[in-house]
């Protein structure tokens, strides 16, 4: 009886610091976030994370909000339906009013949820056009596969006089948007969309499809894919003999695509920031990011950054009014304030939750890369 006399001390005291960490966490705020975290596209979740948890460190160091914020992740391995499974549990389980989004066949799937409860969910990664049309309480701090293609065709067709393409695209919602604007756009330019040739997301061989290339001998390939699969098409194009221009969006930013052989020349499309900007949300942004990581960040880095920094200065604004952070909220806050000091300068926000940009053209040239056109400044 005596050893359990000692004991009861211990369990209050153990019950106690349970309840006291509970009540801690509590005080925190807490915002979700849905990322591929495993399989062939966890390298964006790393890169995304790695910008949104620099701007919550800011916001936290800057006391902006009076409590502790906190970004819970979950894992949807860019998958529709597990991205469903991960924005469940982050709004009914989490609570979170406010989840960052990734990739276009999760921002679509997990849309419908965040409109039913009210949740705003801000995507900073995914292109497809139809990703302005998910209602108000989806948010795009990213321009879209319209801006992205507009931007690239001028420097392919009057700069470099490349004029036939052949597209390349991955047979879902992105790659399904970035045909439907090629074709509409292309001839505008007063380009030619030779063939569009789709492959399923899962695909990893495509000698068959570079056979395919050849024989239609284009000026331009245009690759409409990401994580590992654009990977194979790169490596895989060039070891049979496809050597013309290849060109892309956004998706080629990541650092596996540009360490490749293979890629260099290969250009691609990306909002336009000056990373050697005096702005102060920009230079501190740029600074702190290098002294972590030792190298520049890149625009989706950036987008996520924003994405996190928007929900500071909405939330922050909310609790000077005393009215609780919710989904709600935040939307009618982001409709009236209009403009916001984000990485890159001021930003606004169209009607439809989607921001416009400068648009740049990217070279991979095996050392970092260098912009070779600026569009829209």
């Not at 409409?224 to 699969?229: D, E, L």
């Not at 920009?282 to 950036?302: E, G």
């Not at 924003?306 to 929900?311: E, M, P, S």
């Given at each position: 009886?005596?050893?359990?006399?000692?004991?009861?001390?211990?369990?209050?005291?153990?019950?106690?610091?349970?309840?006291?960490?509970?009540?801690?966490?509590?005080?925190?705020?807490?915002?979700?976030?849905?990322?591929?975290?495993?399989?062939?596209?966890?390298?964006?979740?790393?890169?995304?994370?790695?910008?949104?948890?620099?701007?919550?460190?800011?916001?936290?160091?800057?006391?902006?909000?009076?409590?502790?914020?906190?970004?819970?992740?979950?894992?949807?391995?860019?998958?529709?339906?597990?991205?469903?499974?991960?924005?469940?549990?982050?709004?009914?389980?989490?609570?979170?009013?406010?989840?960052?989004?990734?990739?276009?066949?999760?921002?679509?799937?997990?849309?419908?949820?965040?409109?039913?409860?009210?949740?705003?969910?801000?995507?900073?990664?995914?292109?497809?056009?139809?990703?302005?049309?998910?209602?108000?309480?989806?948010?795009?701090?990213?321009?879209?596969?319209?801006?992205?293609?507009?931007?690239?065709?001028?420097?392919?067709?009057?700069?470099?006089n490349l004029k036939k393409f052949v597209l390349v695209y991955v047979d879902d919602p992105l790659g399904e948007g970035i045909r439907k604007e090629l074709e509409t756009s292309l001839a505008q330019a007063g380009g030619e969309l030779a063939e569009s040739l789709s492959v399923p997301a899962t695909m990893q061989q495509f000698a068959g499809i570079a056979a395919r290339v050849r024989a239609a001998n284009p000026d331009v390939i245009y690759i409409?894919?990401?994580?590992?699969?654009q990977s194979q098409m790169i490596k895989q194009f060039r070891d049979n003999g496809v050597k013309q221009q290849i060109a892309s969006y956004s998706a080629f930013s990541i650092p596996e695509t540009n360490a490749l052989p293979q890629a260099k020349g290969a250009v691609y499309t990306t909002q336009n920031i000056d990373w050697k900007s005096a702005d102060p949300v920009?230079?501190?942004?740029?600074?702190?990011?290098?002294?972590?990581?030792?190298?520049?960040?890149?625009?989706?880095?950036?987008n996520y950054y924003?994405?996190?920094?928007?929900?500071g200065l909405l939330a922050s604004e909310l609790k000077k009014k005393g009215e609780p952070i919710t989904g709600e909220n935040l939307l009618r806050q982001r409709n009236e304030t209009k403009t916001f000091d984000l990485v890159g300068g001021k930003v606004t926000f169209a009607e439809n939750g989607t921001v416009l940009s400068p648009m740049q053209v990217n070279e991979i040239d095996g050392a970092g890369g260098k912009v070779v056109s600026v569009f829209g400044k």
């Open positions: 009886m005596a050893w359990i006399l000692k004991l009861v001390p211990r369990l209050v005291l153990g019950a106690a610091g349970i309840s006291f960490a509970t009540a801690v966490l509590a005080a925190d705020i807490t915002i979700g976030a849905a990322f591929p975290l495993s399989g062939p596209n966890a390298s964006y979740g790393d890169i995304f994370g790695s910008g949104a948890n620099l701007a919550r460190d800011h916001i936290n160091e800057d006391n902006l909000l009076g409590d502790k914020l906190r970004i819970q992740y979950e894992d949807t391995q860019a998958l529709p339906q597990q991205g469903v499974i991960s924005m469940n549990k982050l709004v009914n389980v989490a609570r979170v009013p406010y989840v960052l989004s990734a990739f276009t066949g999760v921002s679509k799937a997990i849309s419908t949820t965040a409109a039913r409860t009210k949740t705003v969910a801000v995507n900073g990664g995914g292109v497809g056009p139809d990703l302005a049309s998910l209602g108000a309480y989806f948010w795009n701090v990213i321009p879209l596969a319209t801006d992205e293609v507009k931007a690239i065709l001028p420097y392919l067709i009057k700069e470099k409409a894919s990401y994580g590992s699969q920009t230079k501190r942004f740029v600074d702190d990011y290098q002294s972590k990581y030792k190298k520049l960040p890149s625009a989706y880095i950036a924003n994405a996190v920094r928007l929900f």
